[in-house]
């Protein structure tokens, strides 16, 4: 119900901007995260934006590099990757976690209600 865009392989320190569309239902009111798993490793927490968009969380790695957002509808989440580095190379999904908070962020991947089938990032050194 959620349909990740926009992975593709690009050289270290270029850009890539991930979309988060739903299919089938809208997800306006829920809260949105990026996660990701590279191969051999657990899935990690990457950014998370509330429902309203006026909140956000990023993982360390990713700070200053990284900025979520929502579309003008709230119903599409985009993730903008600048400067990129070979250690962010990982599948990318989108998550959706109902919530009743505009402000609440949440960077655990169990919270969450649903998920994308993911987009691949591959960033060559």
């Known amino acids: 119900q959620l349909v990740e865009s926009g992975g593709g392989l690009v050289q270290a320190g270029g850009s890539l901007r991930l979309s988060c569309a739903p299919s089938g239902r809208t997800f306006a009111n829920y809260a949105m995260g990026w996660f990701r798993q590279a191969p051999g490793k657990e899935r990690e927490f990457v950014t998370a934006?509330?429902?309203?968009?006026?909140?956000?969380d990023y993982a360390d790695s990713v700070k200053g590099r990284f900025t979520i957002s929502r579309g003008n509808a709230k119903n599409t989440v985009y993730l903008q990757m600048n400067n990129l580095e070979p250690e962010d190379t990982a599948v990318y999904y989108c998550?959706?976690?109902?919530?009743?908070?505009?402000?609440?962020?949440?960077?655990?991947?169990?919270?969450?209600?649903?998920w994308g089938q993911g987009t691949q990032v591959t960033v060559s050194s």
């Open positions: 934006i509330s429902r309203s968009g006026d909140s956000t």
């Open positions: 998550a959706a976690k109902r919530t009743d908070s505009d402000y609440d962020v949440f960077p655990i991947f169990q919270d969450y209600n649903y």
